[in-house]
């Protein structure tokens, strides 16, 4: 959720209703965005 919230300037209320499914999907765009997708953790 902490790179979600950073990288989309979300507040944790918003993702507080999504599920494991959603998060990780918006995680994985989220890593992408950030220049991070073939970086571990």
């Known amino acids: 959720m902490a790179d979600i ?3 989309f ?3 944790p209320q918003a ?5 494991l499914d959603e998060l990780a999907r ?3 765009k989220a890593r992408a965005r950030a220049g991070r997708e073939d970086a571990d953790g």
């Not at 993702?15 to 599920?19: A, C, I, K, L, R």
């Open 5 to 7: 919230a950073v990288v």
């Open 9 to 11: 300037h979300w507040p």
């Open 15 to 19: 993702m507080d209703p999504m599920t």
């Open 26 to 28: 918006w995680w994985g």
